[in-house]
């Protein structure tokens, strides 16, 4: 007994953990990761997932140009997103997520607006429109979400709101008047490309009213595999795989359409999932800001797009739109939360 003793002490020198301090036998616990270190880490991941958010999803617009470019784009926006929304859905499935009927239904509805109006329509567009200029055309979903929350009376436009959406009209009039002064532009092309912000921002205000999966995997998972599922029914009955000439799908198309499966369905968007439940949500929509600079930014530096003095007055335009828009919104929700505190308030005196 006496010698397991001393052998368990022997053992505690050799290993560090007992130390003379003062005189007397200390047990000093073995270094473990401090909170500096997990701080750090954390920061890390942070930044990681910002990187995402903000410069793989302002890239997807490049990506889909070159995707588009031999791979018809009803074919290609149909296959990213079976890919991705089967991939997330089995991860959700892993993580002990079942569908009900109600999340099909659900899906159906906000992946129509989503990936068969959304980005069916922004894959065609791009092959008539620049990957910047489409980037800063989505760029108004902001103000298109304000426009439709309010004509289904969910929210109130402040000053501050109206305001960033006069300017963002200015900033899309610009754009468009930039585009159709260019040699082989395209006005439907760039209505396309309105068409989808629309699309998306009708789905982001209805979304919260249909009976979504709660688990955040599932909830984009689901949309995406019925919006894929609509977009590959809307290509085989406009004629795209007949016309697909697989020999012919160039290897840029590829490598786009591959980039746009694993990086901008799957990385960045378990990014921006992780993020919304680490930062204010304010500050994770932060990416709508940088998105339009990337893609220009890239536009201009690997497909030789033209960035004049109107495209950059347009984003200066549509970005100051953004700023002042959710300005006004967090203007608007404080006084909303000041009216109802003080009614709340009256209520209880009057009680």
Partial sequence: MVSEHAAQILALVRSGKLRNIGGRPVIVPVPTPTTADHGRAYSVKLALAFAATYVIWGSTYLAIRYAVETIPPLVAAGVRHSIAGAVLLGWAWARGYRPKREHWLAGLSVGAF?????????????????????????ATEPMFIVVLAWMLGQQRISRLSALGLGL?????????????TMKGS?????????????????????????????????????????????????????????????????????????????????????????????????????????????????????????VGWRVVLASAAILGAI?????????????????????????????
């Fill in 186 to 306: 395209s006005l439907l092309g760039l209505l396309a490309v309105l068409v989808s912000s629309l699309s998306w921002s009708a789905g982001v205000v209805i979304s919260p009213k249909v009976r979504l999966p709660v688990d955040a995997l599932a909830r984009t998972a689901v949309p995406s595999v019925c919006g894929a599922a609509m977009l590959l029914i809307a290509a085989g009955l406009t004629g795209e795989f007949q016309a697909v000439h697989w020999a012919s799908i160039s290897i840029r198309s590829v490598l786009g359409l591959v980039y746009l499966i694993v990086f901008g369905s799957i990385i960045a968007f378990t990014a921006y999932t992780w993020l919304l439940q680490q930062c204010p949500p304010a500050l994770v929509a932060t990416h709508t800001y940088a998105n339009p600079v990337i893609a220009v930014l890239l536009g201009w530096l690997l497909a030789s797009e033209v």
């Fill in 114 to 138: 989503y990936f068969l109006g959304g980005h069916g329509t922004l894959h065609w567009a791009e092959q008539h429109v620049g990957s910047g200029l489409a980037a800063l055309l989505i």
């Fill in 323 to 351: 700023v002042l828009i959710r300005r006004g919104e967090r203007t608007a929700t404080q006084g909303e939360s000041v009216r109802l505190a003080a009614a709340d308030s009256s209520v209880s005196e009057c009680a």
């Fill in 168 to 180: 963002g009209v200015i900033g899309v009039g610009l754009l468009m008047g930039a585009e159709l």
